[in-house]
Each structure stands twice: as structure tokens, then as C-alpha cells.
């Protein structure tokens, strides 16, 4: 009978593989290899996420890697951007490729019926291939070719069967507006692997993310019908259950800290991957508070870890002389923690907003 874990124990080894328990002394590359990436659809809060896990991340640590094409923001797991490294990337890419046909036909299924993609992606791949182009010039390229079709739609799907990254400043802090695409070959030099075989991937999900249904490596991934997939790794891993008789699998060797190891209060940005990784996502974040971080369009709000669970939000409000970061608490705090938050929330605000002539933290 497999061993159960306790959701405080699920809990603590998330930590500890999102590098939550302590401010690890690694690289910016190294952690956003360790996370298996870092989502990105909006371009600041990777920055933030790296901040809360490391010891002395500055901004342009990241920004240097993404300029070096060490990292590269482009659309991988669930369909949405990410910041992932080079060989992850190339690595990856072709195993992550369904799950970015399946984003495009589930968001513009109506809008693309009876079209033939692989003819359009055949037709649009030499002008996707001769240069970096924008999204804009994109659309007006596509519906030269589908001229009675969604231009949206069309920029959308052909971006999930080709290769295409971002060019900096496609990832850099404060950088929005128009940014050029590129295939992945003529930007690394390199192609991606051929092979589509995601066990690989889960190996490195489960490293990061661990202990996991099948579920959770589906709700990470993107990725269906991972079960038979699962049971040809299952030798290889060892499986335990949750206290809902859940089965779940591990790498041998991962770490499973004590259920009382200390958590210290934490603030991970908008759209992080601890709390969007999983199925069931209570492991981190209470059902009693999901609608509160899960909001409509599938936004996802900044949150408080709090002996590493969720139990706030935060936002930082800037003018161009002074700095606010403002806590809103879930549920009673005590003067011990919220001493703790002020005390963490201040250093984010000051590095934020490090042009700011004043700072404060707020609870609301």
C-alpha cells in the first residue's frame, strides 16, 4: 500500500523544490531551469518570482540572460508565454507543441472551422522564416493568404504549429508594444529536438513540481491523455497517495522535508507557476481563497505566502515620486506576521520601485 502524505507535507516539498524554504545561491539561469520555466504573459512578474527565491537578483541578471538568447520568451506550457531556457526550449518544444494546438482550437474553434492549417502553415512558413516580424505584420501577411478569415485567429494558429520565440526586448522589465517573433533555428542556430515523447518533461515537472497526479502533470503541461504515459515512467518513480486516496508520483530521490519545517512569508507575483501547477491546487493555495487569486479572463493575482500558504494578495501602486505596496489579508493576521510581511514588503517595494523617493507598506 503506497505511503500518504499530508497536505502540510505536499506542501513543504513544493516549497522546497520552488526554492521557497530559503533564497537559494544559484544563477538566474540555473532557477529558471530548475522551474521549468517561469510564466510570462506579462513581462515583470518572472522578475519578482526570481527575486523571492534568490539571493541578490537584480534585474538586469535576467535581462542580460534573455539579451545573451540564454533565455527566450515564447508560448509553451498551457498555451501561454513563458520564460524558458535555451535547452529547454529545444528540448521541449516538440513534446509542448500539442498542447499549443489544442490552446488555438479550444479559444478559436468557431472562428477557424473548415480551415485548412497545415496548407496555411506550409504557405506561411518561407515568410516566417526570412525574417523577424511583428504580430501586426503577421495578421496583414496571413490574410493575404485567408482573406476571409479572423487575422487573429490565423497569427494564433500558425504560431502554435511553428517555432517562434521572441527577440529582446521580448522579456525585458518594462517592456511592452510590438515585439518581433523569429523561428527558434535561425535564433539559436539550432532546431529544436524532433522527439514528441514527454517523459523527459514529466521527469523534470515532477523535480520542480513533485509529488503529482497524473492530473497535475496535465494541468501544468497542457498535455492529455498522460495516463499511459505515467504507468510506462511508473517503475522509475516511486508513487505515493494524498489524503483523499489520490495517487501520486515522485522521482526517488526528491526532497520530502518534515511537515513542520519553517516557512517564511513569501511574495510571489501575478500568473506564478506555484499556484497554476497543479489540479488540485490546494497543496498551496485554500479552496476558501481560490476565487479570490483565480479571477475572470484568467487572471491570477499577486499573493502572500504565509506559513506557505496562501492567505493575501498584494499590489504596488507607484507615482512618479513615491512607492505603496498594499497587503490585503485573506483572513486575520497576526502582529508577529504582519511584522514579518512588512518587513519583507518593504524590501520589494524599495526594489521595484527603486527610482521611488519614498516607500510604504499598507495592510488594507
Known amino acids: 500500500m503506497s505511503t500518504t502524505l ?6 513543504r516539498a513544493l516549497l522546497s523544490r520552488q526554492l521557497l524554504l530559503h533564497r537559494a545561491d544559484i544563477t538566474p539561469y540555473e532557477a529558471t531551469q530548475a522551474l521549468v520555466g517561469l510564466q510570462a504573459q ?24 534573455i539579451d545573451q538568447r540564454k533565455i527566450v520568451r515564447a508560448a509553451f506550457f498551457r498555451s501561454t508565454l513563458h520564460l524558458v531556457t535555451d535547452t529547454d526550449y529545444l528540448q521541449f518544444w516538440r513534446a509542448v507543441q500539442p498542447a499549443l494546438v489544442r490552446g488555438f482550437r479550444s479559444f478559436h474553434g468557431t472562428r477557424i472551422k473548415g480551415l485548412d492549417v497545415d496548407k496555411l502553415v506550409a504557405a506561411a512558413t518561407p515568410f ?27 497569427e494564433y494558429g500558425v504560431r502554435s504549429y511553428l517555432p517562434l520565440v521572441q527577440m529582446p526586448p521580448g ?9 518581433r517573433y523569429v523561428m527558434a533555428d535561425h535564433y539559436f542556430g539550432r532546431t529544436p529536438v524532433e522527439s514528441d515523447d514527454p517523459r523527459p518533461l514529466i521527469l523534470r515537472y515532477l523535480a520542480a513540481f513533485g509529488p503529482a497526479s497524473v492530473m497535475d502533470v496535465q494541468a501544468w503541461s497542457g498535455l492529455t491523455k498522460l495516463k499511459e504515459v505515467m504507468e510506462r515512467l511508473r517503475p522509475e518513480l516511486v508513487v505515493y497517495q494524498d489524503e483523499n486516496g489520490v495517487e501520486l508520483f515522485d522521482l526517488p530521490d526528491a526532497p520530502l522535508p518534515p511537515d513542520d519545517m519553517p516557512a517564511p512569508v513569501r511574495f510571489l507575483p501575478e500568473y506564478d507557476n506555484l499556484v497554476l501547477s497543479h489540479a488540485d491546487r490546494t497543496r ?23 506559513d506557505g500558504f496562501v492567505r493575501g494578495a498584494w499590489k504596488i501602486e507607484t ?12 483572513e486575520p493576521l497576526s502582529a508577529a506576521v504582519q511584522a514579518e ?8 517595494v524599495r526594489w521595484v520601485g527603486d527610482g521611488a523617493a519614498s516607500f510604504e507598506v499598507r495592510f488594507l
Open 284 to 306: 498551496v493555495l485554500p479552496d476558501a481563497h481560490r476565487s479570490k487569486v483565480l479571477l475572470s479572463a484568467g487572471r491570477v493575482r499577486s499573493t502572500i505566502l504565509v
Open 128 to 154: 516566417y522564416a526570412a525574417q523577424p516580424t511583428t504580430p501586426v505584420e503577421q495578421r496583414q501577411y496571413l490574410t493575404t493568404l485567408e482573406p476571409d478569415r479572423d487575422a487573429n485567429s490565423l
Open 171 to 179: 522579456g525585458f522589465w518594462g517592456k511592452g508594444g510590438s515585439i
Open 42 to 65: 506579462v513581462v515583470n512578474p518572472p522578475y519578482i518570482g526570481l527575486w523571492t527565491r534568490l539571493k541578490a537578483f537584480q534585474r538586469a541578471d535576467l535581462v542580460n540572460l
Open 6 to 11: 499530508t497536505l502540510r507535507q505536499l506542501n
Open 341 to 348: 510581511l512588512a518587513d519583507e514588503g518593504e524590501r520589494l
Open 319 to 330: 507615482t512618479k515620486k513615491s512607492a505603496a505596496l498594499l497587503i490585503e489579508p485573506f
